[in-house]
């Protein structure tokens, strides 16, 4: 449950609440920036995207009428800037690692980074919304409604992208030798 999720909680949000807005950025940031990687953004990008969506948010907050969780609805609000930026941004590589990491002690590390930045690179490759779809669904472990009440698309629909996003990602890095 989020901290964030009270009545009490929402009615300072909606009424503007510095302290309350700023707790919420607190337990959504992390979240926040890795739906933007997700997507395909990097560094400066990500920083961009999450703080659009956070100034989308707070002047959204106002009308959020509570149909859905605050969670679910910062979601449909990252889920669109993200793509957004996604379609706005230039493309940039930023190496993850510092050149002088190459001892004997790091090798495992690296070894890691590699697969988990090759995996999340397959699902890049994806496509945006496929994208963000498997990082819901695997990543941040939500339940199959909220990613569709999120994207907008039947359960059905979900179920499909996340069966062609696994056979996808099966073959693709079938071929990644590490």
Known sequence: MELLDTPMDI??????????????VRQFQDRI???CQSVGLRGADIDQAAADIFSAVYLALPG????SALGTWIYQIAFRTALRQKKQAARHVHGILPENLAGPEQVDLVEQLDAKQEIWKSVAALGPQVAMIVKLYYQDDLPLPEIAQ?????????????YRARQQLSESLARYKP
């Open 33 to 35: 920036c890795s739906l």
């Open 64 to 67: 959020f009428d509570g149909r």
């Open 11 to 24: 009615a300072n949000l909606r009424a503007g609440d510095a302290e309350a807005f700023a707790e919420l």
């Open 150 to 162: 999120i994207t907008g698309r039947p359960v059905g629909t979900i179920k499909s992208i996340l």
